[in-house]
């Protein structure tokens, strides 16, 4: 069954970069092998909980040992305007016992608690690499359960071992579209109801966002699943256009969306001014050819024009502090990309990126937005990105949390692009935002004060201290 | 594990917000006290990943630690290819002193035999004979953090520490256990060292830790106790063992080596730090330095001082079963009435805790059995139910994300009882004043507030809760 599961995910034709491969190469997955020891990043399950998760009021339940829960709760910085039941961090944390005599009796148990003491409106239940391997039937046991609770319960099917993170982003889209969108109507819809599909809401960033379309007249009928509501993510199957934004992980979504009830999708990205200008028209477009009225074209082009020249007059007093800056962009995914004119536009300077998780086609497209000149490192180690950053090859890295150190140790400004990050990038106001970090840490005093060498030491650090 | 069962277990089936971390996350700790050591976890990338994030986020700082990526093909077939192949890369790129394996529930469900898998590995790789390589059962379904922290350190004096047939004079060995942060490791080294005695911690957590500023990038641990000197552990002419949990350790390292162990179940307080001090002072034949008896008589003046505000106070305690030993006992020395105790596991420390409720449990235990309590002592895990029945958390034991210096915290020995004592007492006279300045029917925002992600400025209301 979750062989099938994968082969289906793996064959994606709303993916170019997919249908470009080989029927041989494509039955082996999106991912790379991986490498043991030498390899990082999360696990099936690990994606599935961060695309589900954020629906704020559902009971997510993980069924196994205690480390795939209680190693990793409460460690994401999604945001929720209402329920907090998602904070709380619930499992079966399987022993020794349940996993000789099965675990299902304990998960049913679990479900029940769950149920009668918080009242969701929707338990998802997280299936990990131990009750796999000890063959509990979870489908079954949230079969019977949803029956016997009369509540919806949803079996997520992406042990960890399956594959990467990326993976699991996949295969908590497929969820959704077996056992949540289309189960409920909503009490009224609109011309203009779309479905946003594949944010977060990380540190708010929906909220940036949404304040436009609003003005705009265009209504957030579901998100997925930043900010989500069960309910709402059950009646996706009536928004008129999708949206997915982070297209590499969850792209079956939309598609499988415009399959089944016909609704229009498209990639769409809301970092950088001018992707989230492409957006916002890209909506209104879409949305006038489905009917809507043709009046949003013109109040979307009227935001657009207002917010692109606020921002830019922004972003102007950064101009001449950024003046000379070199970024060293240390993230796998194309989304910082979009991030990229708006930097460039502030006046700093790229010096170059890690392309470990791109594809040959965004290769390509850096190449051509870049030139040849430009730096692409696939398999940059810890060490010579260190070592650049030690000898000012850049002012400032970029990147997720797990690198900081390499920047930190190296005495050199760095910048969190990630989940765990606590400012909002999203949006016209997010790349202000963004401007306004990069500007913070790189005007500070410490830099020069941490690289003076100690009294007992007689040579100082060589750099130059202007940063 | 071979434990008592008599404090009840909480009688759920979902366990709500974890108090408990597994067993291979403790091991990951033991092994990054090590110098030059990679700790390497044999079961699916993501148990690596996630332990990883946890302690970066505690810590702030680069943590080494590797994945033998396990899928569902090797875990079925079994998993010595993979954990040759890591082994392997992990030496060429990294040339560790040691590797540090801990299995993971997806081995230890499948039976993987790490004794033979240990065997074959020397038999078909003598060119790597002088890798120190330490294998630790760790399964994620039984037992917790502390009993993985013990499995990684007694497998590391059974692979490298060496009997002796000299004793180096002075030199102490000391097996810290995971209740110490590397800041209570350097309050230690400082007072052993006092006496003029050469201790050798394992681990030494101090060393490796507590930030670090190296000259060139290294992706192992830097800094910690170095192989030779565990080796040479069997020349000491005592071992201090601190902490119920590194028992099997001590054990391990008494057999081997001959050298007597002389055990301190904690070491916060007053009486505990003084049977540290007389043992050391007997150890060395030198009197107490002048330092430590003005340390002593500070902490004597800030418990005459510090009781007005402990007396009768009632408070719930939620850590890691040694470090919930040490806090509970010290609470209780300063008068205060430990409404609650819970560990996340079933260990023999439980049964000396004084506590009017003894009870393995989670966090959404703790708020249920701390609503009408004067304060919380947990993780950070412990906010959100603090701030929903609204009483101030002090946060200590790992995870400690949302405060800075979380490594570093220091609650052993005079100065280290004193600084507890004054963090603790300060929340409790900062809420008696603020009473005092509001009138007594303000009611305090511990609430609401905090569940949005607001933080509460200044803390000023002796809420800590953000």
Known sequence: ?467 | MGTIQRFPHSAKAASTNPLKMSQPLGAALAFLGVDRCMPLFHGSQGCTAFGLVLLVRHFREAIPLQTTAMDQVSTILGGYENLEQAVRTIHERNAPALIGVATTGVTETKGEDMAGQYSLFRQRNPALAGLKLVFANTPDFSGGFEDGFSAAVTGIVEEVVQPSETTVKGQINVLAGCHLSPGDVEELRDIIESFGLSPIFLPDLSLSMSGRQPDDFTATSLGGVTVEQIAAMGASEATLVIGEHMRVAAAALELKTDVRSVFFDRLTGLEASDRLVRTLSELSGRPVPAKLRRQRETLVDAMLDGHFFYSRKRIAVALEPDLLYAVTSFLSDMGAEVIAAVSPTQTAVLEKLKAATVMVGDHSDVETLARDADLIVSNSHGRQGAARIGVPLHRMGLPMFDRLGAGLKVHVGYRGTRELLFEIGNLFLSREMDHDEHGHGHAHGHGDGHEHGQHCGSGSCGCSAG
Request: net charge neutral; hydrophobic share 35%; proline share 5%.
């Open chain 1, 1 to 467: 069954m979750l062989q099938e599961k994968l082969q289906d995910v793996f064959n994606e034709p709303g993916c170019s970069t997919n249908q470009a491969k080989s029927e041989k190469e494509r039955k082996k997955g999106c991912s790379k092998a991986l490498k043991p020891g030498a390899a990082a990043g999360g696990c099936a399950y690990d994606g599935a909980m961060i695309a589900l998760q954020p629906i704020a009021d559902a009971a997510h339940l993980v069924h196994g040992p205690i480390a795939c829960l209680g190693n990793s709760w409460d460690n994401r910085g999604t945001k929720s305007s209402g329920p907090q039941l998602y904070r709380t961090g619930f499992t079966t944390d399987m022993s020794e016992l349940d996993i000789i005599h099965g675990g299902e009796k304990k998960l049913y148990k679990a479900i029940k608690e769950i149920v009668q003491q918080y009242d969701p409106p929707a338990v998802f239940v997280y299936q990990t690499c131990v009750p796999a391997m000890i063959g509990d039937d979870i489908e079954a046991v949230c079969k019977f359960a949803a029956k016997k609770l009369g509540k919806p319960v949803i079996p997520v099917m992406a042990p960890g071992f399956v594959g990467s993170k990326n993976l699991g982003n996949k295969l908590a889209g497929e969820t959704l579209l077996d056992h949540v969108i289309g189960t409920v109507e909503p009490e009224v819809t609109t011309p203009t109801d779309i479905c946003i599909v594949g944010e977060y809401n990380l540190a708010g960033e929906l909220w940036l966002v949404k304040p436009l379309l609003d003005e705009i007249g265009i209504r957030i009928l579901s998100c997925i699943s930043g900010d989500g509501r069960y309910n709402e993510v059950a009646q996706a199957h009536r928004a008129r256009l999708t949206m997915v934004v982070c297209s590499q992980a969850l792209v079956n979504v939309g598609r499988k969306m415009q399959e089944r009830w016909g609704i229009p999708y498209f990639e769409g990205s809301f970092y950088g001014v001018s992707d989230m200008s492409d957006t916002l028209r890209t909506m209104a477009r879409m949305l006038v050819e489905r009917g809507a009225d043709k009046a949003i074209i013109d109040r979307t082009e009227g935001v657009i024009a207002r917010e692109e020249s606020r921002v830019w007059r922004r972003l102007e007093p950064y101009k001449p502090r950024f003046d000379g800056k070199r970024v060293l962009l240390f993230t796998g995914g194309v989304k910082s990309w979009s991030m990229v004119t708006a930097l460039e536009g502030a006046g700093l300077t790229i010096v170059g990126t890690s392309t470990k998780k791109s594809t040959k086609e965004d290769k390509e497209r850096i190449k051509k937005m870049k030139g040849e000149e430009f730096h692409q490192w696939d398999d940059l180690k810890p060490r010579d990105i260190y070592k650049m950053l030690r000898d000012s090859e850049a002012d400032i890295m970029m990147s997720g949390g797990r690198s900081q150190f390499i920047a930190l140790k190296a005495k050199v400004p760095w910048l969190d692009l990630n989940q765990e990050r606590h400012t909002p990038y999203a949006g016209y106001d997010g790349i202000v935002n963004l401007c306004e970090e990069i500007d913070k840490t790189l005007s500070n005093p410490i830099w020069r004060q941490v690289r003076l060498a100690a009294p007992w030491e007689s040579k100082p650090d060589s750099r130059p201290v202007g940063a």
